[in-house]
């Protein structure tokens, strides 16, 4: 089975900073895809970021991006120059067929 | 909005009561799928569709649940005889499969308190 494993359920970043959220996974798998959403306070899932397991380059948006190392199955989120905005619950998924979340990391940025 | 829609919002019922949820999801999606989430928890995967077929069920599923999606468009989840442990907020999600990058776009939620 696969599981997904966020290792900090808080993290703060002051605001213009850069921080990392943290993701391993566990599969048997070869070919998978890895996402990370975000979910404001009271709001919708929202994506941020996707990484194909078959591509060695790391995904980036704009201020986003990952680290995605296959071997040690791990998948952390930067965010450079962090806005007030992105305060909120991160999960990290894998995929394919259902979607497996891990339990989020919940993000404070301070003014 | 082209986006995923869920109908109620919210729902208070009484324990022992039927409940009926409602997604729409985007137009030219052919996957739906169904997750549960509890408060500071991830989403839990439920059951899946691709059209009007369910393809996958979880074991969270139990026979108090069911989901259809008999057109292939919009989809119902239904749980009978609610319990308090069925409180949570129930979230949609639709796709297109196959795709280069098969995504999955996420509804609002329908948050549910079972009294």
């Known amino acids: 089975a696969q599981t997904v494993t966020q290792s900090q359920p808080e993290m703060s970043v002051q605001e213009a900073e850069t921080v990392t959220l943290s993701c391993t996974y566990d599969?048997?798998?070869?070919?998978?895809?890895l996402f990370w959403y975000k979910q404001p306070p009271s709001r919708q899932m929202i994506l941020v970021i996707r990484?194909?397991?078959?591509?060695?380059q790391n995904a980036t948006e704009n201020r986003f991006s990952v680290n995605f190392q296959k071997a040690a199955k791990s998948f952390s989120l930067k965010i450079s120059d962090s806005q007030l905005g992105d305060a909120a619950m991160y999960f990290c998924?894998?995929?394919?067929?259902?979607?497996?979340f891990g339990a989020g990391t919940r993000l404070t940025v301070k003014p | 909005d082209t986006g995923v829609s869920q109908d109620p919002r919210h729902k208070i019922t009484k324990r022992g009561q039927n409940v009926t949820f409602r997604c729409d999801p985007i137009?030219?999606?052919?996957?739906l799928y169904w997750y549960r989430q509890t408060l500071g928890q991830g989403p839990e995967f439920l059951t899946y569709?691709?059209?009007?077929?369910?393809?996958?069920k979880s074991r969270l599923l139990s026979d108090r649940f069911s989901a259809e999606r008999p057109k292939g468009s919009f989809s119902t989840l239904e749980i009978q005889r609610t319990e308090q442990g069925d409180s949570a907020m129930y979230l949609c999600?639709?796709?297109?499969?196959?795709?280069?990058?098969?995504?999955?776009?996420f509804g609002p939620g329908t948050r549910l308190l079972v009294l």
């Open positions: 599969t048997s798998e070869s070919d998978y895809y």
């Open positions: 998924a894998y995929h394919p067929g259902d979607m497996r």
């Open positions: 999600a639709s796709s297109r499969f196959p795709a280069p990058q098969e995504t999955q776009y």
């Open positions: 569709f691709q059209n009007e077929a369910q393809l996958e």
């Open positions: 137009s030219e999606h052919n996957r």
């Open positions: 990484q194909e397991a078959y591509k060695q």
